[in-house]
């Protein structure tokens, strides 16, 4: 029996040249590629939004028959190079529930991020996108609303008796649970 | 003699490809069907030339996109033909990408070997739609900015990537500067480029396919090529995609439509809700399917049931090998022709009958044509924002609505247009203390009426009960007076409209001052009139109705200086910090109607 022969394969040997290549040149352009990904999915690495507190209003703005009001929240904010000192973030409703009770809703829609319209006539609030409605109190009123949540309800704090202190976050739109975006 | 033909082809090769690409036998013949092509390539060469120039003049930041598209739209000659091509031409790209399937549907123009045909275009379709959304979202005008957020908020919905491709997309958790910069970036490199690449891959396609498909007659045998027979019908085709393209640019102009031509609204505020948010004209079907599913179901309807519908189509080679397959396909791709038609239809008439997204898209177009106003005297390093913000017209009305409605009018609306639906209980300030409206309070039929003190607690109060009695009693000399402390009262106001009249009546208007102290007149037993009055117990006529007056009064009504402790149901908006300096400034300006056209620069 003779030795086992190595064949000359150039069958082989061009599939590894051929795969070397492809590895080098894939490897070659991957890097560029690699960097600027790397940049681009920066805003993934930012942390997802804590809510800052800011104060709104005093607590003898809201009406005691517990209609809700608009307030449109301003708080230092940056935009990537830009630093705002007082530039609105959002809009929250407030509405008095007590005495020394008070309910914050995110102005937003859970739906599709529209803002919401106060309509009394409908029984609460009105989203001018798609027709979602709310109750006053922020809860879906209607069955066949396509707000897949209520009004999102914002931290609320009086301090010093008088003035109202709202946490302000957003919200992922379009979900059912209330998740901080 | 070599020919400069010869020497181009001898070093480059060329003129043998060019001849190849010209002269090589067109499989199936020439045909107007396959115009379509080149129509299709025609429009996306129009998008990519005006695209170019456009972005020359465009300037990617939430602070001056809006501003350099207004400049470029408004203050730079033909401007708005650029950009009106671009817009159009994005549009009939979509409409000619949609006629393509259903054309390639229709004729089986899917079959073996020529699937890519099919697929390719079903590729150009998403790719086309994120054209359309990016490149709304550009001009951030408020119809931009609510229209691109909603298909990012449906992103958000969709597994698996809804957690994160949003923010990437956002460049950040807010949209901001990078918002734009990456819109810009895939609008105007990525995704046309790979547009212009698929339109290539179907055109090449086109001969390759159709060269095997036996079921083409003479496709083997091909007789003619593209020059110059089928080059003609190109050439034709195209022209008139060209000249519909310039009749719909040319036309708002021509039937001297109000709103310019291609819309730009007031710059995007994401404070600043927008009732009159609706998708292109073209994706209004889905816009209608989404309101057919309740709370939580939406992905259904964005995300599932298009899938699906997508991937039908993509079937359809292997559906088609069935007996009655190709029957299905063509009734398929019918049915849904027909139902995003209908369901397009469905939510424009429903949209022209609801009379509160009608107002609220003219309540935009009016906001519109005030910024573009403002804008054109100039615009702060700050952007355009910055002047709508400060600009009495625009925040004044929206003020009113929001904090003063609930109980006054202005001109029996709420100061946007809107009819609240409890009755006023406040009176109705248009044209506060103008001569006219003052007349109206001091006429003893209308005094008493809602316009009035009618629906406040002063309907039973002192001031009623003078006008009702006193004044309609008075004598020929204090009828006569009447006017001149009308007239008085009116011009410590000082309003913008009265300025010529007050300036005329100035003797007048001194004698009428006057007269406001005598007896006869009786203002002063309970009003203070420049002179300080410990016991006055009416609101202060010095200054009734000036910019720090007004301001003064919505701070706080509840001064002694004005309805002390008789002050009925007005908030002291000021003293209670519900409206900042600014906005109550606001809010007096503009019912003062003081908000003055910008000068021209």
Redesign the interface.
């Known amino acids: 029996m003779n030795e086992p022969r190595i064949p000359r394969d150039p069958a082989r040997r061009d599939f590894l040249r051929g795969a070397a290549a492809a590895v080098l040149g894939g490897a070659t352009l991957a890097m560029p590629v690699g960097a600027g990904l790397f940049v681009?999915?920066d805003?993934?690495r930012?942390p997802?939004?804590a809510g800052t507190w800011s104060r709104v209003?005093?607590l003898?703005?809201l009406p005691a028959d517990g209609?809700p009001?608009?307030f449109?929240l301003r708080a230092e904010?940056v935009?990537?190079?830009?630093r705002y000192s007082a530039t609105?973030?959002?809009?929250v409703y407030l509405r008095r529930t007590g005495e020394q009770s008070v309910q914050a809703l995110h102005?937003t829609c859970p739906?599709?991020?529209?803002?919401?319209?106060y309509a009394?006539?409908r029984g609460g609030f009105l989203c001018?996108?798609?027709?979602s409605t709310f109750a006053v109190d922020g809860a879906?009123n209607d069955?066949?609303?396509?707000?897949?949540?209520g009004l999102d309800a914002l931290e609320v704090e009086i301090r010093h008796g008088e003035e109202v202190w709202v946490r302000f976050q957003?919200f992922?739109?379009?979900?059912?649970e209330k998740v901080p975006? | 003699m070599k020919t400069l033909a010869d020497r181009v082809e001898m070093r480059t090769g060329l003129v043998s490809r060019l001849r190849r690409l010209f002269w090589a036998p067109l499989p199936g013949g020439v045909t107007w069907r396959r115009s379509w092509l080149a129509a299709l390539g025609f429009t996306f060469l129009v998008q990519a030339v005006t695209g170019f120039f456009l972005l020359t003049g465009y300037s990617a930041?939430?602070?001056t996109a809006w501003e350099s598209v207004f400049h470029l739209q408004f203050q730079t000659p033909g401007g708005w033909l650029l950009r009106g091509l671009h817009v159009v031409a994005a549009q009939a790209f979509v409409v000619l990408l949609a006629l393509h399937l259903l054309q390639v549907v229709i004729a089986g123009a899917y079959r073996a070997p020529r699937e890519l045909n099919l697929w390719l275009v079903l590729v150009l379709l998403p790719l086309a739609i994120a054209q359309s959304v990016t490149g709304w979202l550009l001009p951030f005008d408020q119809k931009g900015y609510?229209a691109a957020?909603?298909p990012?908020?449906?992103l958000?919905?969709v597994p698996g990537v809804?957690?994160?491709l949003p923010?990437?997309l956002?460049?950040?958790?807010?949209v901001?500067?990078?918002t734009l910069t990456?819109f810009l970036a895939l609008h105007a490199t990525l995704l046309p480029l790979t547009i212009g690449g698929v339109l290539l891959a179907l055109w090449r396609l086109d001969r390759h396919g159709v060269e095997r498909d036996s079921t083409v007659p003479g496709a083997a045998r091909p007789e003619a090529s593209w020059w110059p027979d089928q080059a003609l019908r190109d050439a034709v085709v195209c022209l008139a995609v060209l000249v519909t393209l310039l009749f719909l640019v040319l036309r708002p102009r021509l039937t001297g439509a109000e709103e310019p031509f291609p819309e730009l609204l007031a710059p995007a505020?994401?404070?600043?809700?927008?009732?009159?948010?609706r998708p292109e004209w073209f994706m209004l079907f889905l816009?209608q399917f989404?309101?057919y599913?309740?709370?939580?179901t939406?992905?259904w309807g964005a995300v599932v049931i298009p899938t699906l519908v997508f991937l039908v189509m993509a079937a359809m080679p292997w559906i088609g090998r069935w007996r009655l397959g190709a029957r299905f396909n063509t009734a398929f791709i019918l049915a849904l022709a027909l139902g995003a038609v209908s369901l397009g239809v469905l939510a424009w008439r429903e949209d022209r009958a609801n009379a509160?997204?009608q107002a609220?898209v003219r309540a935009a177009r009016e906001a519109g044509a005030r910024a573009r106003a403002l804008a054109a005297g100039g615009i702060p390093p700050g952007g355009a924002l910055e002047l709508v913000h400060a600009d009495p017209g625009l925040q004044g009305p929206k003020l009113f609505a929001?904090h003063c409605a609930?109980c006054h009018r202005y001109e029996g609306h709420d100061g946007l247009g809107g009819i609240p639906?409890?009755p006023p209980s406040a009176a109705d300030l248009k044209g506060f203390a103008s001569r006219e409206w003052l007349a109206g309070l001091l006429n003893p039929e209308r005094v008493a009426t809602a316009h009035y003190f009618g629906g406040t607690r002063f309907a039973e109060g002192r001031m009623v009960r003078f006008v009702q009695r006193d004044v309609a009693g008075f004598s020929e000399t204090q009828r006569a007076a009447l006017p001149k402390v009308i007239a008085a009262v009116s011009a410590e106001a000082g309003l913008p409209a009265q300025v010529e009249a007050d300036a005329r009546d100035a003797a007048f208007i001194a004698e009428g001052r006057e007269l406001i102290r005598t007896r006869e007149m009786k203002c002063t037993g309970c009003h203070q009139f420049h002179v300080p009055d410990e016991d006055a117990i009416a609101p202060d006529l010095t200054g009734y109705g000036s910019r720090a007056w007004l301001m003064d009064f919505i701070r706080d009504p509840a001064h002694p200086r004005f309805y002390g402790r008789r002050n009925d149901r007005m908030?002291r908006f000021g003293a209670?910090?519900?409206l900042t300096e600014r906005e109550v400034g606001l809010i007096a300006d503009w019912l003062r109607g003081h908000w003055p056209e910008p000068a021209a620069p």
């Open positions: 681009f999915l805003p993934l930012a997802r939004g209003t005093r003898s703005a209609m009001r608009r449109t904010r935009n990537a190079w830009t609105p973030l959002g809009a102005a739906h599709a991020g529209c803002l919401v319209d009394p006539a001018p996108c798609h027709n879906v069955p066949a609303s396509p707000s897949p949540r957003n992922r739109v379009g979900v059912r975006a | 930041s939430t602070q609510w957020r909603v990012l908020n449906i958000g919905v809804g957690s994160w923010q990437v956002l460049g950040g958790a807010e901001g500067h990078h990456r505020d994401p404070a600043e809700p927008f009732a009159a948010a816009f989404l309101k599913f309740p709370a939580g939406e992905v509160h997204y609220a929001r609930s639906t409890d908030p209670e910090a519900v």
